[in-house]
């Protein structure tokens, strides 16, 4: 791309914000100026730039100019069609992971995005969604999650797409953020984004036939919520799943586990049966839940295959 670049057309070095990508090029918005978008190329020098990264760029016709990308503070990665692991989106602050009482809420799940946002460092939020078909049968299911999470320490909103019970406080809640939603299909994430984010023109299905003609991209698009804060949003970050991890990484990714990481009698203890036990010490005594450590059990079962 750098053949395109004609300095003496260039204006000022000002910041900007990566709204999304195509192969060579990127739509930067101006940070001076939210909502006036410019696509640009970059100076092949800067690598990939990816959504959400935050980068010093000079205007210009009818191409702008990226210069510079400031360090990112978390990444979110998934494997390429090779396997190799592609950064996706950059400088996200909350994965908002959805759960609704139909389909089922499986707790691994939940569990498993818990994990993940550790391992990659971004706050997670557990967002109920549905309350209006909480019934006889998915109720008590529901409460013991929603107070499971709570008293783990975590956000828990609860919200229902259709009747609007709890938008505004989820509104608040996402104006101080730049946020992800995620979450398995039909839980509502679609119908959720198309609410708050009224301005049909902006959604992601739209957006891909707008810009990129009959190809589809999976490619990460930026939207600012009306009332404040930014979405990063595409299919592929709607199913975003744990890729790579570890055992310890699964270990660590449950946080009442973490005060009793590196106590166990044995370097190598496997937390199944030894003597001296940190963790199975923490569950004898009720600081860690049969449930939690079920699923612990079961997520790490799950990594040998
Ligand atoms: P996604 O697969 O996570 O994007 O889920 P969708 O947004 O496609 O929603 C799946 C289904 O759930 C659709 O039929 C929606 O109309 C329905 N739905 C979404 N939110 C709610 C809600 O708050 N209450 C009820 N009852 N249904 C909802
Ligand atoms: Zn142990």
Redesign the pocket.
């Known amino acids: 791309a750098d053949e395109h670049l004609q300095e003496g057309d260039l204006g000022p070095e000002q910041h900007g914000l990566i709204i999304t990508h195509f192969g060579t090029q990127v739509v930067v918005e101006s940070i001076d100026a939210p909502g006036a978008h410019k696509r640009c190329h970059f100076r092949s020098n800067l690598g990939s730039l990816v959504t959400g990264d935050r980068v010093v760029w000079r205007d210009g016709n009818p191409y702008g100019v990226v210069v510079a990308v400031l360090p990112r503070e978390t990444e979110l990665s998934r494997p390429d069609p090779h396997g190799d692991m592609k950064t996706i989106a950059a400088n996200i602050d909350r994965l908002i992971i ?1 759960i ?1 009482p139909y389909p089922e809420a499986h707790a691994n799940l939940v569990d498993r995005y818990l994990i993940a946002a550790w391992t990659i460092g971004i706050e997670p939020v557990l967002l109920i ?5 909480i019934d006889d049968a998915t109720r008590d299911k529901m409460t013991t999650l929603e107070n499971t999470y709570r008293k783990l320490g975590y956000t828990v909103l609860k ?5 609007g019970e709890g938008l505004d406080v989820l509104t608040g809640y996402l104006s101080q953020f730049t946020s992800v939603f995620v ?10 984004i198309n609410a708050l984010l009224p301005d049909a023109n902006l959604r992601v299905g739209e957006l891909s036939e707008r810009q990129q003609g009959n190809h589809t991209t999976t490619n990460a698009r930026l939207f600012h919520f009306p009332g404040g804060g930014q979405l990063i949003d595409s299919p592929g970050i ?1 199913e975003f799943g744990l890729w790579h991890m570890d055992a310890d990484q699964v270990l660590e990714g449950f946080a009442e586990f973490r005060p009793f990481i590196g106590y166990c009698k044995f370097r190598d203890c496997s937390h199944r049966h030894e003597p001296g036990c940190a963790i199975l010490a923490a569950l004898e005594k009720g600081d860690i839940s049969q449930t939690r450590m079920d699923s612990y059990r079961y997520i790490l079962s799950t990594l040998a295959q």
């Open positions: 959805v609704a969604n549905k309350v209006d078909r919200i229902s797409t259709q009747t979450g398995q299909s039909g839980v509502g994430k679609s119908s959720l709607r």
